[in-house]
């Protein structure tokens, strides 16, 4: 089986702009969540989805956002990008909610200038 | 979700066994214990998972003390690969999602 699919990897933007990342989870996978990690505040989880509708948020600003769809691929995206949010973003995959077996991506590595 | 305190660094010489601890003093009865570890630049890696008694997997042994207050990840025969940051998190099986909880981790240095 293939693993989780983040693209893109890397990629630099200016604030202000925004980004989208997208995640595509292990074959039969339903659980979709996100995670920021940054070299100040760790791992910080932003949100889960589960058979499109999303079922926990973090404590992170509107500007982030996500989505997922049926054949269960979620994308997130940052609106309105601040310097802070230069961070390693983590997609997750897990067969069903709850399980707490999560199977991370190779993240995506996003520098805002 | 239940805290949980690891210490931040631990050195392990290659080919022994690697033993991190964990605590998690206010664990209640529902929450179990996971451990993930993160090797630079990727994603973390599940490890091993359990609620009271002891497991073993290819990877690692979980012990888990009898009042489940701590917990031990032991890796048998540490390689040079197995450097890496360690996480213990303490969450629900069925709990409303999975939205793990992590704290600072152990960063372990496998030396040769």
């Known amino acids: 089986k293939a693993g989780v699919t983040q693209t893109p990897r890397y990629l630099i933007k200016t604030r202000g702009q925004q980004v989208t990342l997208s995640c595509s989870p292990i074959s039969g996978h339903r659980s979709v969540s996100w995670y920021q990690q940054t070299p100040g505040q760790g791992l910080q989880f932003l949100f889960e989805?589960?058979?499109?509708?999303?079922?926990n948020k973090g404590n992170f600003p509107g500007r982030f956002s996500g989505r997922q769809f049926s054949n269960s691929r979620s994308e997130m995206n940052v609106s309105t990008l601040e310097l802070g949010d230069s961070a390693l973003y983590l997609c997750a995959s897990s067969e069903r909610a709850g399980g707490g077996e999560l199977f991370f991506g190779e993240g995506s590595r996003l520098t805002v200038l | 979700d239940a805290k949980t305190t690891q210490p931040p660094s631990m050195d392990c010489a290659e080919g022994r066994a690697a033993n991190l601890p964990c605590n998690h003093s206010t664990i209640s009865g529902n929450e179990y214990v996971y451990w993930y570890r993160q090797i630079h630049s990727q994603g973390p890696q599940y490890i091993i998972h359990g609620l009271k008694n002891n497991e073993t997997n290819e990877m690692a042994s979980l012990i888990i003390t009898e009042d489940r207050k701590s917990s031990t990840l032991i890796l048998p025969h540490a390689t040079l690969r197995d450097t890496a940051v360690y996480y213990c998190i303490v969450s629900p099986l069925n709990n409303a999602g999975n939205m793990l909880t992590f704290g600072g981790g152990t960063r372990l240095m496998v030396k040769p």
């Open positions: 989805y589960f058979s499109e509708t999303q079922r």
